[in-house]
């Protein structure tokens, strides 16, 4: 009960944060979080899925060998994190010009990005071996009691918008890593710091993946940009528009979240049968589902707005409409591939995931300027997405 409770203030805890800053004014700070919580989201599955054969093996044979793992997994993952953790931090800083460079924000977005893979490593892992403590004291401190501290900043109105974005992403780093002390035994420290010692002194890294690994991570990474596109051109709208966008955007991924429970975990055995997308979705509701969600999304961002002008609105609900349909089109195509996955053909889910993303690609690079002809583009490759992805698990 407890994990279902912070599982589902984590998926408003971020939301709820942009929301705050956006409804008191704090523009440019909801943005620059908007952008690092979607920069965030597609480092974390950018990286190579080396918990995969070490997840396999505990599960099937339910030993744990903590030397093979240290070894395989968390080792090489940790200097993985760190090399990659500062070169997106290096990249990511150049789109937060409207802060003053300085060491301490270089620091908080460097630490921010690596302990976000950190909590969700250990989702994980929480996940998988049903072992719920300490994560339900991570997630609880991450959003609630988080954004109830930020409120009470906020509200005061005594802070610049830089220092409440500095202080937002310390203590999203403090409350992440901070309740690891509570499963670490004081008398031990020194042992277990000295065990990992000689464990790293005699181990020399090996960045290694298997042929299956291999093809794991290419299929990720190409599914990467059709996944999370939306959620990437919302970040081009103005400075004053991006922290709105991004609320919107992500209460659409509530489709996703609608037909991943409804139909990829409900339904996986006609899944795996290969029944046709129009059986699958048979009493699933989804389409009126998505009309409502779709429309309120659109009419409360039209209310909220009204400030900005007439023509203003209809621009930007008019992309949000368009991103919306966008994101039941991707929805839809996700099902089509799982049936693919599912007669092992990973070469056609790999192809095509190529040609979407080479299409939005040149999409972002082209059209990005303009976050309602993007939006076009992005809705295009999406058409073109589900009717290649349908074509495919027709044939088999």
Same mark, same amino acid.
């Given at each position: 009960m407890w994990y279902r409770v912070v599982m589902l203030s984590s998926l408003i805890g971020r939301v709820l944060t942009v929301t705050i800053l956006t409804k008191f004014n704090y523009v440019e700070a909801a943005g620059g979080l908007a952008l690092l919580f979607t920069t965030s989201t597609l480092f974390n599955n950018a990286l190579p899925p080396l918990h995969k054969e070490i997840y396999i093996k505990a599960v099937k044979s339910k030993v $744990?060998?903590?030397?093979? =793992?240290?070894?395989?997994?968390?080792? !090489?993952?940790?200097? +993985?994190?760190? *090399?990659?953790?500062l070169l997106v931090c290096i990249l990511i800083r150049n789109f937060l010009d409207q802060y003053e460079p300085s060491l301490l924000l270089n620091l908080l977005i460097f630490f921010y990005l690596f302990s976000?893979?950190?909590?969700?490593?250990?989702?994980?892992?929480?996940?998988?071996?049903?072992? $719920?403590?300490?994560?339900? =004291?991570?997630?609880?401190?991450?959003? !609630?009691?988080?954004? +109830?501290?930020? *409120?009470?900043?906020?509200?005061s109105g005594k802070y610049s918008e830089q220092f409440i974005f500095n202080f937002i992403l310390m203590m999203l780093c403090i409350s992440t890593l901070s309740p690891f002390l509570l499963i670490i035994k004081p008398f031990k420290i020194w042992k277990s710091l000295n065990y990992y010692f000689k464990l790293i002194k005699n181990t020399s890294f090996k960045f290694l993946l298997n042929k299956s690994l291999f093809k794991a991570w290419l299929i990720s990474l190409s599914m990467l940009l059709p996944t999370y596109s939306e959620r990437i051109a919302s970040l081009t709208a103005g400075s004053n528009q991006t922290g709105k966008m991004y609320i919107a955007v992500s209460i659409f991924q509530l489709i996703t979240f609608v037909i991943d429970f409804?139909?990829?975990?409900?339904k996986k055995a006609e899944i795996i049968k290969n029944k046709s997308l129009k059986q699958l979705?048979?009493?699933?509701?989804?389409?009126?589902?998505?009309?409502?969600?779709?429309?309120?999304?659109?009419?409360?961002?039209?209310?909220?707005?009204?400030?900005?002008?007439?023509?203003?609105?209809?621009?930007?609900?008019?992309?949000?409409?368009?991103?919306?349909?966008?994101?039941?089109l991707n929805s839809l195509s996700l099902i089509q591939e799982q049936r693919i996955f599912w007669a092992k053909k990973y070469k056609a889910i790999f192809i095509e995931m190529l040609i979407i993303s080479s299409l939005l690609f040149f999409s972002f690079i082209f059209l990005r300027f303009n976050t309602l002809i993007l939006s076009f583009g992005i809705i295009?490759?999406?058409i073109a997405r589900l009717t290649i992805s349908t074509k495919i698990a027709n044939e088999y």
């Open positions: $744990y060998n903590f030397r093979e =793992i240290f070894i395989n997994y968390f080792y !090489p993952l940790l200097l +993985i994190l760190i *090399f990659s953790s976000e893979k950190i909590f969700d490593e250990f989702h994980r892992y929480s996940l998988t071996f049903k072992k $719920y403590f300490p994560w339900n =004291i991570i997630g609880i401190w991450r959003n !609630p009691v988080n954004n +109830i501290i930020f *409120f009470a900043l906020i509200i409804q139909i990829l975990s409900n979705l048979q009493n699933s509701k989804i389409f009126i589902f998505s009309f409502f969600t779709i429309t309120f999304v659109c009419l409360g961002y039209a209310f909220l707005s009204i400030a900005d002008g007439l023509n203003n609105n209809l621009i930007s609900v008019f992309t949000l409409l368009i991103l919306g349909l966008s994101i039941v295009s490759a999406n």
